[in-house]
C-alpha cells in the first residue's frame, strides 16, 4: 500500500492556492491595472478644463488665496455674463461659426474627392504626386505667411473671411491621407462592378464608395471644425475691422484693457465658454471621429 508523504500533502494543499493567486495576478494585470492607468490618464486630461471652469467662477478676493482652494466656494455665476461684455462675444461667436461651418463644409467636399483620385482612379505618376502632398504636411505654416499674405492681398481679400475658407476648399495633406487610406481599404470590386453596369466615375464615387467612408469623413469634419474653432495665427493676420474678428482674437482684449490687471476669472470663464461647443461636438460625433481615425475595414 502506497503511502502519500507530508510533501506531497502540502503540494496538494496549496495548488488551488496558487492557482487562485495566479488568477488574481492575471485579472489584475489584463483588466484593473489597464483600467487604472486611463483613469489616471483621464483625469490628468480632465484637469485643465475642471480648473479653467472653477478659476472662472471665483471671486477675486479668492483667485488670490494662496495655497489655492480646490473649488470655489462661493460661486460668482454672474462671472460668465460679465466674461460676455469684456467684448462683443455673441458677435464673435457668429462670426467664429460661419467660419468653422464654411471650413468644415470645404473639408469634407474636397478631401474626399482628392483621396479618391489618389486611391481609386490609375493615372501616370500618382503616387510620386501624392508623396509630393503628404511632403506638405512637414512644411511649417510660419514659413508661407509672407507668400500667402501676399497672394491674398493681390486678390483683394485682406480684411475678409476668404482666406481663412477657400483654402480648405482645396484640400488638406494630413486628411487627404486619411481619406486615401480608409479609401484603399474599399475593394475594388466594387468599383468594377459599377463600371461593368454602366456607372462613370462621379456616381461610383457619390453612390457606392462615399456612403461607405461616411466615419472617414466624420472624423475629417471634427478635424476642419476644431481646427478653425481654435485658429488664432489666421484671423491675427488677416482681419483688421473688428466686426470680423473670431473668438479667439476676443480673448486677446482681457489684456488690452489693462495689461497689468488681467480679470483671470472673467477670462477662464469666456474661455470655457468657447471651449464648450468643442466638447459637445465630440461627445456627440465621438463614435464617428474614433471609427474614421482608426481606418478600419469594411464590415
Known amino acids: ?115 479618391y483620385g489618389f486611391s481609386r482612379i490609375e493615372w501616370p505618376g500618382r503616387d510620386k504626386v501624392f508623396m509630393v502632398v503628404l511632403a506638405t504636411v512637414f512644411v511649417p505654416f510660419p514659413v508661407l505667411i509672407v507668400a500667402l499674405f501676399d497672394i491674398f492681398a493681390q486678390l483683394n481679400w485682406i480684411n475678409t473671411w476668404w482666406p481663412l475658407v ?50 472617414a469623413v466624420g472624423a475629417i469634419a471634427i478635424f476642419a471644425g476644431v481646427s478653425a474653432w481654435n485658429d488664432f495665427l489666421g484671423p491675427l493676420i488677416y482681419l483688421q475691422d473688428s466686426s470680423k474678428y473670431t473668438l479667439s482674437i476676443g480673448l486677446t482684449f482681457f489684456q488690452q484693457q489693462d495689461s497689468y490687471d488681467v480679470q483671470y476669472n472673467l477670462l477662464m470663464a469666456a474661455s470655457a465658454l468657447i471651449v464648450l461647443p468643442l466638447i459637445v461636438m465630440f461627445l456627440l460625433f465621438q463614435k464617428s471621429f474614433i471609427e474614421g481615425i482608426s481606418v478600419g475595414s469594411i464590415k
Open 1 to 115: 500500500m502506497a503511502t502519500i508523504t507530508p510533501d506531497i500533502t502540502e503540494e496538494r494543499l496549496l495548488r488551488p492556492r496558487r492557482a487562485a493567486k495566479d488568477k488574481y495576478i492575471r485579472v489584475g494585470s489584463q483588466k484593473v491595472l489597464p483600467r487604472v492607468i486611463l483613469i489616471i490618464m483621464c483625469l490628468g486630461f480632465i484637469l485643465p478644463f475642471y480648473w479653467m471652469a472653477a478659476l472662472g467662477l471665483k471671486s477675486n478676493e479668492e483667485l488670490s488665496l494662496y495655497p489655492p482652494t480646490l473649488y470655489p466656494h462661493n460661486p460668482i455665476w454672474s462671472n460668465i455674463r460679465e466674461a460676455t461684455e469684456v467684448f462683443p462675444f455673441w458677435r464673435f461667436a457668429w462670426n467664429t461659426t460661419i467660419i468653422t461651418v464654411l471650413t468644415t463644409v470645404g473639408s469634407i467636399i474636397s478631401n474626399p474627392i482628392i483621396a
Open 166 to 215: 477657400v483654402p480648405l476648399f482645396f484640400g488638406q495633406a494630413f486628411w487627404i491621407f486619411l481619406m486615401r487610406q480608409f479609401l484603399m481599404q474599399i475593394p475594388k470590386d466594387l468599383s468594377d462592378a459599377a463600371r461593368i453596369d454602366g456607372a462613370n466615375e462621379f456616381q461610383i464615387f457619390w453612390q457606392i464608395i462615399m456612403p461607405q467612408t461616411l466615419p
